[in-house]
């Protein structure tokens, strides 16, 4: 049975949504954000901000100095950019994307939350939809551009988990990785191809504080995260819409906490100018709407 009722997460109004074997909590007003996925046991998988009152993020606030935690979507870009084509044409894309800053309207409908939001920048509609099935919570997303012109704009999931040195991630593909940065050298110098092996070890070594990040391209659309050999959590979407994914790893290196990032995406290396070095675009049609679905499972044994 699915229960779904109104509540507070910190000092912020926010929805449960929980069966016998999951549980989570949506914030509408700070981005739709899903500020936390717990097990029937109790265990919290989403990074956690330490501080009492949640930092809310304004319109044109730093990203790096709210609240941090969670999982909400990036969109229409990750870092800053400007767009020389399209219906956004000579616009800033600020940091971090929009949809994160944005209040969302929403209603109960049975046993889902759907939520809308319209752009305050760039002129589109966001919808996403969220129910849970058995031990998994899924998530439709409709963005739909207003404009008459192409509107290019890349998605991606900023999903922040706890991390131990018993973590690890397993990427399910081969693809090499590409170094995006590293804030030591620990693993080789920006714009380094590295082998995917199908595991990324996390160590949360606090001698040796370190930031990095990677991307690979998605030959299937699963990434499986480790927590420990008790507790897991999987991401399920189509690759032929999240060709990316990006992997961040935090040890400490970043605003003093540990945590590892998932990010699929449309295209990937952070932004469109970015992307777009590397012979890759993303875009919804004038007056046409994208619609794609993820999934997250959680196991605990």
């Given at each position: 049975?699915?229960?779904?009722k109104?509540?507070?997460?910190?000092?912020?109004?926010a929805i449960?949504?929980?069966?016998?074997l999951?549980?989570?909590?949506i914030?509408?007003?700070?981005?739709?954000?899903?500020?936390?996925?717990?097990n029937?046991d109790?265990?919290?998988?989403?990074?956690?901000?330490?501080?009492?009152?949640?930092?809310?993020?304004?319109?044109y606030?730093?990203?790096?100095?709210?609240?941090?935690?969670?999982?909400?979507?990036m969109?229409p870009t990750?870092?800053?950019?400007?767009?020389?084509?399209?219906?956004?044409?000579?616009?800033?894309?600020?940091?971090?994307?929009?949809?994160?800053?944005?209040?969302?309207?929403?209603?109960?409908?049975?046993?889902?939350?759907?939520?809308?939001?319209?752009?305050?920048?760039?002129?589109?509609?966001?919808?996403?939809?969220?129910?849970?099935?058995e031990?998994?919570l899924?998530?439709?997303?409709?963005?739909?551009?207003?404009?008459?012109?192409?509107?290019?704009?890349?998605w991606?999931?900023?999903?922040?988990?706890?991390?131990?040195?018993?973590?690890?991630?397993k990427?399910?593909n081969?693809?090499?990785?590409?170094l995006?940065f590293?804030?030591?050298?620990?693993?080789?110098?920006?714009?380094d191809?590295?082998?995917?092996?199908?595991?990324?070890?996390?160590?949360?070594?606090?001698?040796?504080?370190?930031?990095?990040?990677?991307?690979?391209?998605?030959?299937?659309?699963?990434?499986d995260?480790?927590?420990d050999?008790?507790?897991t959590?999987?991401?399920?979407?189509?690759?032929?819409?999240?060709?990316?994914?990006?992997?961040?790893?935090?040890?400490?290196?970043?605003?003093?906490?540990y945590?590892?990032?998932?990010?699929?995406?449309?295209?990937?290396?952070?932004?469109?100018?970015?992307?777009?070095?590397?012979?890759?675009?993303?875009?919804?049609?004038g007056n046409?709407?994208?619609?794609?679905?993820i999934?997250i499972?959680i196991?605990?044994?």
């Amino acid at each position: 049975m699915i229960i779904i009722k109104e509540t507070y997460y910190k000092d912020v109004k926010a929805i449960k949504i929980s069966n016998d074997l999951i549980e989570a909590i949506i914030l509408p007003s700070e981005g739709a954000k899903i500020a936390y996925i717990k097990n029937k046991d109790g265990f919290k998988y989403l990074y956690q901000n330490p501080g009492i009152n949640y930092k809310r993020m304004g319109l044109y606030d730093d990203f790096a100095a709210k609240e941090c935690s969670g999982f909400d979507d990036m969109f229409p870009t990750i870092d800053e950019d400007y767009i020389s084509i399209g219906a956004t044409k000579g616009k800033k894309y600020i940091d971090h994307g929009e949809v994160s800053r944005l209040s969302f309207d929403y209603k109960i409908d049975n046993d889902k939350i759907i939520l809308n939001a319209d752009s305050k920048l760039y002129n589109y509609s966001y919808q996403k939809t969220i129910t849970i099935k058995e031990n998994r919570l899924i998530i439709d997303y409709e963005i739909t551009n207003n404009n008459d012109d192409r509107l290019y704009c890349l998605w991606a999931m900023h999903c922040l988990l706890n991390s131990s040195n018993n973590s690890y991630i397993k990427t399910n593909n081969t693809s090499p990785f590409y170094l995006m940065f590293d804030g030591i050298n620990e693993l080789g110098n920006k714009g380094d191809f590295i082998d995917n092996k199908g595991i990324v070890k996390i160590h949360s070594d606090i001698d040796k504080k370190n930031c990095y990040k990677l991307y690979y391209k998605n030959e299937v659309g699963c990434i499986d995260y480790y927590y420990d050999n008790n507790n897991t959590i999987s991401f399920i979407f189509d690759s032929n819409i999240l060709k990316e994914t990006g992997l961040w790893i935090n040890n400490g290196l970043f605003n003093n906490f540990y945590c590892v990032g998932i990010e699929p995406a449309t295209v990937g290396y952070d932004s469109l100018s970015n992307a777009k070095k590397f012979n890759q675009e993303s875009f919804i049609e004038g007056n046409n709407t994208l619609s794609f679905k993820i999934e997250i499972e959680i196991n605990n044994f």
